[in-house]
């Protein structure tokens, strides 16, 4: 019987993760093609990687090389980005800035070493909004050479889907969606790396939000802990484990104490849904050592502002006209401009000022580079390699752009990228 879509109650079981592939001195292959999903009680089409939605977590030591050979099995091209790595720019995975689309039944090898230890991710960088949406994104884990001690090291990724009146993968892309805060699904599908956890354990929990438009605000119950990482980069300084928000593509790192039944819930104006919930089975003595910080990050702090460049956010429902052909704009320009917003040498520190000039949020991700975020005076906190900014909102980033090539600059609301929010800098 058919429904109306609006009629879906926003309701969460969370899945299993695929097993993981271990990629450390060996080559891996992904297949990137169509999978059949249980979502809602239904089979729906979708797309995944190796016969699996989402693609298998990938894990891998910090300093070994990921070799990976994609084999499109796709009917349209394809192009994976691996989120948050510092990597060669013709690895990047970018349609026409970096490397063309895989087209169907064609491969590419990706390699690269991974220098840093954190919580990434890889999903699709063609067709991003449709391709994503429904399903190619995966978890990448780089464990530290001497890791923290923990019983288990749990992968989260939160997603949702939007279906149909007739419970299917919603194909039709309303232009409302492009142009407020997105393709927003009524149906939560997280995913979890283990099935159980045991009173008194140590866990590291790694939650990612590869959605392609929702922003996250949720908080863990049943674990007390800190915060030891953003966006796959150690803190110095651990922070208490409140209510957390994560824009799509952002990551946060938990160590902390099994108490109960571990949950992630999600908090709205209106409404809390708890999107995972892995339940105690067991019992083990509780460590007395406090949780202790990651090891350093070997990113360079910024140094003398050599160049400084406002991005402007515009348009969307409600927003001035702007000089731009999409829905949105970066400083006037729909899509990527001719000439980068920055172009500077290898090793420069460039300030980044970014103006919200709209009625709706902007998650900014930068491609091949952390960045700092700042306080109001200018002091460097967090490195991030994804910021939210709130309607409204300006923000200055300190970027140390030490790594050459083209690289892309965009809003991952991907409804917003693809309609116009992207720019580029370039580091000779």
């Known amino acids: 019987m058919a429904m109306n879509r609006r009629s879906f109650l926003l309701t969460s079981v969370a899945s299993m993760l695929p097993l993981p592939l271990h990629a450390g001195g060996t080559r891996i292959t992904l297949r990137p093609g169509q999978v059949s999903a249980h979502i809602n009680q239904q089979s729906i089409d979708m797309l995944g990687f190796n016969g699996s939605w989402p693609g298998p977590e990938i894990r891998l030591r910090q300093n070994d090389r990921l070799r990976v050979r994609v084999v499109n099995e796709l009917e349209n091209g394809t192009i994976l980005h691996w989120h948050g ?31 840093d230890a954190g919580t990434f ?50 194909t039709e892309f309303e232009p409302e969606q492009f142009a407020t ?29 590869p959605a392609p438009d929702r922003i996250f605000n949720i908080r863990l119950d049943g674990v007390n802990g800190k915060i030891v990482a953003l966006d796959g980069m150690p803190l110095t300084q651990l922070q208490p484990m409140e209510n957390l ?59 003398l502002v050599t160049y400084e460049a406002d991005l402007e956010m515009q348009g969307g429902a409600g927003g001035m006209a702007h000089g731009g052909f999409g ?40 491609h091949g580079h952390h960045f700092w975020e700042t306080t109001t005076d200018g002091k460097p906190t967090y490195l991030r390699d994804t910021t939210l900014l709130a309607a409204g909102e300006t923000r200055e980033i300190l970027c140390v752009l030490d790594n050459p090539g083209s690289w892309l600059l965009h809003c991952h609301m991907l409804s917003h990228q693809v309609d116009g929010m992207a720019t580029w800098l370039y580091v000779s």
């Open 85 to 115: 790595i510092r990597l060669p720019n013709a690895m990047d995975g970018v349609n026409v800035l970096t490397q063309d689309a895989i087209p169907p039944g064609r491969s590419f090898d990706y390699d690269f070493k991974v220098p």
């Open 121 to 170: 991710w890889y999903h699709s960088h063609y067709m991003s909004v449709e391709q994503v949406s429904r399903g190619m994104f995966g978890p990448l884990i780089v464990e530290e050479i001497d890791p923290p001690d923990v019983d288990q090291d749990i992968t989260v990724m939160l997603f949702d889907v939007l279906l149909d009146a007739d419970g299917q993968f919603e």
């Open 181 to 209: 805060a997105g393709r927003i699904g009524n149906i939560m599908t997280p995913f979890v790396s283990t099935g159980k956890v045991r009173l008194g354990e140590r866990l590291r929990l790694r939650v990612i939000n």
């Open 245 to 303: 928000t994560l824009a799509p593509g952002q990551r946060v790192d938990i160590i902390g104490d099994v108490l109960g039944n571990v949950s992630i819930i999600e908090s709205t104006d209106t409404d809390e849904t708890e999107l995972v919930r892995i339940p105690i089975d067991g019992e083990r003595k509780p460590r007395e050592g406090e949780v202790l910080p990651l090891p350093k990050s070997s990113l360079p702090r910024p140094g």
């Open 327 to 366: 829905t949105w704009a970066f400083n006037d320009t729909s899509g990527l401009p001719d000439k980068p917003l920055v172009s500077v040498p290898r090793g420069d520190t460039v300030r980044l000022r970014l103006i919200n000039n709209t009625a709706f949020p902007h998650g900014i991700h930068l």
